[in-house]
T-cell receptor
Framework: EPEVTQTPSHQVTQMGQEVILRCVPISNHLYFYWYRQILGQKVEFLVSFYNNEISEKSEIFDDQFSVERPDGSNFTLKIRSTKLEDSAMYFC?????????????FGDGTRLSIL | RKEVEQDPGPFNVPEGATVAFNCTYSNSASQSFFWYRQDCRKEPKLLMSVYSSGNEDGRFTAQLNRASQYISLLIRDSKLSDSATYLC??????????FGSGTRLLVRP
């Protein structure tokens, strides 16, 4: 079964540094998403991306964050000048389309630890 | 009011038991409804979509009550492998999924 893959599985970074989290969505999917889950809390939406542009973003997704699809397969989340509170599990998801019969499939996540 | 509200549990049940989870959502314009399952420190995995007429997938039955803004999940004949956190998830008119905090299920031998 096709999967969303994410790298790295764990990233440890000093506060203030930049990190790039990478995702390879399922190949025929057109909609891409990033979510995060702080330890012990619920999964929160960050951003959705379609046709090479952001289609929606949450209040969390401020100027510190950016997304990019640099080639035909990768989808990246960049966090500039990381803060301690950015420590969380970051999940990439993808779907064929935006409709309810086209569910979002999640990668196994990148655990980001900011020191 | 929380957008999606669930009883955190844990529900501790013996193998073979039937267990039911409930969820309420605040936005009456919500369009799509799902149950996801999440194992400890793993990604959410789609368990089933929830349709207006209710739907069943093996031992799992989901119901939706739009008037009461209420979603339920029933698990029959619980297995040890059903132990996980069950996430109630809603999508409004936008692309994003809105997650509840989850209900934890422990199935004991």
């Amino acid at each position: 079964e096709p999967e969303v893959t994410q790298t790295p599985s764990h990233q440890v970074t000093q506060m203030g540094q930049e990190v790039i989290l990478r995702c390879v969505p399922i190949s025929n999917h057109l909609y891409f998403y990033w979510y995060r889950q702080i330890l012990g809390q619920k999964v929160e939406f960050l951003v959705s991306f379609y046709n090479n542009e952001i289609s929606e973003k949450s209040e969390i997704f401020d100027d510190q964050f950016s997304v990019e699809r640099p080639d035909g397969s990768n989808f990246t989340l960049k966090i500039r000048s990381t803060k301690l509170e950015d420590s969380a599990m970051y999940f990439c998801a993808s779907s064929v389309g935006p409709f309810d019969y086209q569910p979002q499939h999640f990668g196994d996540g990148t655990r980001l630890s900011i020191l | 009011r929380k957008e999606v509200e669930q009883d955190p549990g844990p529900f501790n049940v013996p193998e073979g038991a039937t267990v039911a989870f409930n969820c309420t959502y605040s936005n009456s314009a919500s369009q799509s409804f799902f149950w996801y399952r999440q194992d400890c420190r793993k990604e959410p995995k789609l368990l089933m979509s929830v349709y207006s007429s209710g739907n069943e997938d093996g031992r799992f039955t989901a119901q939706l009550n739009r008037a009461s803004q209420y979603i339920s999940l029933l698990i029959r004949d619980s297995k040890l492998s059903d132990s996980a956190t069950y996430l109630c998830v809603v999508r409004d008119s936008s692309y994003k999924l809105i997650f509840g905090s989850g209900t934890r299920l422990l199935v004991r031998p």
